[in-house]
């Protein structure tokens, strides 16, 4: 392609390569900058969960070869701790200026952004909380179903379950709660050169045979189009105006360069989205609204599996999820939201690194314990969160407070979740925790679309003539459920509008 793009998309995470499809099928010149730089840690190959049991060599895949892992625990999902997590998230915070306060920020200047280690959860919200979209829920229907078609997220059944007790605790919680086989966009066929999950359960770990999906998989398939052009180790720095179009002052390499197009369309991520668009808009130095999922983690025991054989195949992403509707008096009906997952594919140094006793005697009892667990998260919508990110002079700082009546609402949740799955599993005693703001890593509502007000954006996420924001910064409302396939579907349903408005030359 030539230097001339006609649109520049900043970042090739889910919002990016969503928004990138309908603008190259529509022959647009798109030019995408990724800050990505090296490669990822690599991902383990071993035939079975069995295989990478007895694999000597396997901590050095779980916790890198300093062990640097097994102190990165806290109450984060165990993903953080993996050296995947570790090599995609390294230069993020330096490269943003980023400082936080009672917040956990997540981010990932890597091909893919965060979805190289994401869950994978890719479930539709309820239609009520898609009412502040615009367009509403019928708006964003046909972009889901695209995305869906896209990506692959198998049609959820109870085949796909492969935890003996996770599959006990859906058998309970059927006709009680809301509750499904996981929607994961895990393939369950090949297709573009991924193959389909073979169960070995080493999902925390980056999946070699890519079944979990990475949006730096559609790269290689963007790339085929002749207008479609990728440059990583791009890292914007600065957006300014340039006459009718847009400048970006980039860092690549050590060099400063600048690229200038009508339309730009920014995926960074809701908060290096943030760091770019705030100080486009004369709002550096304002606090802005960040939403997040309040979150709570807890687990079960299923009694019957205690000791039990590990399994030789299993999954370690999410193998149930919930919705639990609740009714408060003063406002309107929400509900909490969650997965399940199977305690057997964790690593056993996780189970017993939180146990208080003697690492052997630890051990021993995680063994025992891990094919009868079933660890839970528990989200509420992020209008029960309250964040903060200002943006400065080359930073950001991030504040984050869980309220008083928030923690209320997560203990009410986790509660009625217990309820409804005892006696199939008990509740493990000291085992539930209210997670720092932003350890969901579910970030959005920054530049809210349709909404008043200085931070607001327009309904394709327009904070001036042909800047779009199209990742989780522009969402009005972030509900429980996990937030990337709505990204993602309201990326495309931008890059559609924005494609019949820019026209393809092609
Ligand atoms: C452990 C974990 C588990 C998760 N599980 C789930 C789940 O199960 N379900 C779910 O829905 N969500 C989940 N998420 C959240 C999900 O990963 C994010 O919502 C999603 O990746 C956001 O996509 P994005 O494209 O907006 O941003 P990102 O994925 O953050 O991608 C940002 C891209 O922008 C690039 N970039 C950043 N700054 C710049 C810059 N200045 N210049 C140029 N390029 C830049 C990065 O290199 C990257 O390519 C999880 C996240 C984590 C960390």
Sequence with gaps: MTVDPQVIIVGSGPAGVSAAWPLVRAGVRVLMLDAAT???????????????????????????????????????????????????????????????????????????????????????????????????????????????????????????????????????????????????????????????????????????????????????????????????GHRVTRLYADGDRHGLEVEAGGARLTFRAGTVLLAAGTIATAALALPRLGLAGRPAPLLTNPAAATAFVVPGLIGAALPDQSFSLGQLFYRLPVEESGIPPWAAAGVLYGGDALPLELIASRLP?????????????????????????????????????????????????????????????????????????????????????????????????????????EIGKGLHVVDGAGLPSLSSTHPTLTIMANATRIGERVAGRVGGTA
């Design 357 to 461: 006793l003697s690492r052997p005697v630890a051990l021993r009892l995680a063994r025992a314990l891990a094919p009868a667990l079933v660890m839970a998260t528990c989200y509420l919508p992020g209008g029960f969160s309250r964040n903060r990110i200002t943006v400065g002079e080359g930073s950001v700082s991030i504040e984050g407070e869980t309220p008083p009546a928030t923690r209320r609402r997560l203990r009410d949740a986790v509660r009625d979740l217990t309820r409804a799955i005892v006696p199939a599993a008990l509740p493990l005693p000291g085992a539930t925790s209210i997670l720092e703001p932003g350890a969901d890593a579910h970030y959005a509502g920054v530049l809210p679309m349709g909404g008043a007000g200085p931070f607001s954006s327009g309904d394709l996420g």
């Design 38 to 232: 090296g490669p990822v840690a690599a991902s383990p190959a071993a035939e079975s969960a069995a295989a990478f049991r007895a694999d000597p060599e396997r901590w050095r895949y779980q916790f890198g070869g300093d062990l640097a892992g097994l102190a990165a625990g806290g109450d984060r999902s165990p993903k953080f701790a993996t050296p995947l997590a570790r090599s995609v998230g390294a230069d993020y915070a330096e490269a943003l200026g980023l400082q936080t306060r009672g917040f956990f920020a997540a981010g990932a200047l890597a091909r893919g952004g965060l979805s190289t280690l994401w869950g994978a959860l890719a479930a539709e919200p309820p239609v009520s909380d898609l009412a502040e979209f615009p367009g509403g829920a019928a708006g964003m229907r046909p972009c889901f179903d695209a995305v869906r078609a896209r990506i692959g997220v198998p049609e959820p059944t109870a085949a796909a379950i492969t935890s003996e007790a996770a599959r006990r605790v859906f058998a309970r919680l059927q006709g009680r709660i809301a509750v499904e086989p996981a929607p994961n966009a895990v393939l369950d066929a090949p297709r573009d050169g991924r193959l389909a999950c073979a169960h070995t359960g080493l999902c925390l770990w980056g999946c070699s045979r890519r079944a979990i999906y990475d949006a730096a998989d559609e790269l290689p398939l963007l790339r085929r189009f002749a207008t479609f052009a990728y440059r990583p």
